[in-house]
Structures are given as C-alpha cells and as structure tokens.
C-alpha cells in the first residue's frame, strides 16, 4: 500500500479556502486517492474520491497533478462544522486489501 | 435506523475480562472492519472480513478476535481485556469490490 504523508493540523478562519495536500510518492498505476472526514467521537465519513485530475462534489474538490504522487483536497468557505480530522488514503478501488488510515490531519476553523 | 450499529456504546470493565463488542449491519455488504481508535494515533485495523467464511489479520490483531456469524454481524472479542485496551473501537462495512467504508458510531471501552 503507498504510504501517505500529510500535515498534523491546520488553523483556518471562517469563510476562507482550505487546501489539504497529501503527499503518495510510490502510489500505484491501479491505485485511487480518497479522503474521509471525522468529528469527534464520531466514525469517519467519505469525502471524496479520484484517480486522476479534478473532482468535485457538494462537498469539496480534489486536485490530482499528471504525476499523481501527491493529491489536494480543497474545502471552498469553511465554516466552524468543518472542523474535523481529514484522512487521505490510496488504494485500489476495487481489491482486496483494506486501504490504511494514516493520523489525519486536525483541521482547526476559527470564527 | 442507522445502517451500522454497534452494541454497546459505551463499557467500563476490569482488566482480565472477557469482553464482546458487537457489530451489524442492513446495508448488505460483503465486506466488513474493526478499528481502533486513541487520541492521536489515527485508526488502526484490527480485524477485518470480506466473507462469512474469510477472516483477515490487521495491523494490531495481538490480544483480540473476531466472528462473523452472518453476512450483517461482525463481533469483536477482547478474551482477557488489558488497561492499553482502553479505545474507541468503530465497525466498518464497505460494498464489494469496492473499498468505500461506512463507519458504525463506535464504542467508547475503558479497561481499569
């Protein structure tokens, strides 16, 4: 499984765009890049995932480069809700290895 | 109802109990996990099984079991439950093939 690297925290006020970025240097040709989101006490919940390129949902965007070695989830206009802990993970889509939660990173918005 | 459930939410026990945490499931899936969590360590597999009749080893397995008695149960066991045992423990289910997880509210445990 390819390791991931992403900050420990980040602060960020009301209102203003959030940019998560994961580093995956050895990630694989068939591997997908997804990210979960969790609140306290609470279990985590999908975000968002992608394999190359741009997605976007209701939620947040997700920034793939051409070289896939690292990913950039983008949360537009946080607001104090989105104070969470953000996990990046690679791994197949479709396998038979369960994909590996890292430490996160503990995003921190401020009013 | 919640599509994951966990029984019991919260449990305080002494350390050389057996202990079960139980887990289900009315999503269908195939596919199913036990987590542990402690404050800043992230999540961490102990467990997990993509069959009733396949049953797979995580990162920290040491000092636990499992059974999957049916496709929507999935049940963790702690046979002599020790202090460091004390976590958030969450359940976890996904869809074959795919790997998308849905997290069950999980279970606060504290072994004194």
């Known amino acids: 499984l390819a390791k991931t690297t992403q900050p420990i925290s980040m602060d960020s006020y009301e209102g203003q765009e959030v940019n998560i970025t994961c580093s995956h240097n050895n990630i694989a040709t068939n591997d997908y890049i997804t990210w979960y989101q969790q609140f306290p006490s609470q279990g985590p919940r999908f975000i968002i995932q992608?394999?190359?390129t741009k997605v976007t949902n209701e939620v947040a965007s997700l920034f793939i480069p051409a070289d896939r070695k690292s990913s950039t989830l983008s949360l537009p206009r946080v607001s104090l809700s989105d104070t969470a802990v953000y996990y990046c993970l690679v791994g197949g889509y479709s396998g038979n290895t369960p994909l590996v939660f890292g430490k996160g990173t503990r995003l921190s918005v401020i009013a | 109802d919640a599509d994951v459930t966990q029984t019991p939410r919260n449990r305080i026990t002494k350390t050389g109990k057996r202990i079960m945490l139980e887990c289900s499931q009315t999503k269908g899936h195939d596919r199913m996990y036990w987590y542990r969590q402690d404050p800043g360590l992230g999540l961490r597999l102990i467990y997990y099984s993509f069959d009733v009749k396949d049953i797979n080893k995580g990162e920290i397995s040491d000092g636990y079991s499992v059974s999957r008695q049916a496709q929507a149960k999935f049940s963790l066991s702690l046979e002599s439950a020790i202090p460091n045992q004390t976590a958030l423990y969450f359940c976890?289910?996904?869809?074959?093939?795919?790997?998308?997880?849905?997290f069950g509210p999980g279970t606060r445990l504290t072994v004194l």
């Open positions: 976890a289910t996904s869809p074959a093939p795919y790997n998308e997880q849905f």
């Open positions: 992608g394999y190359k």
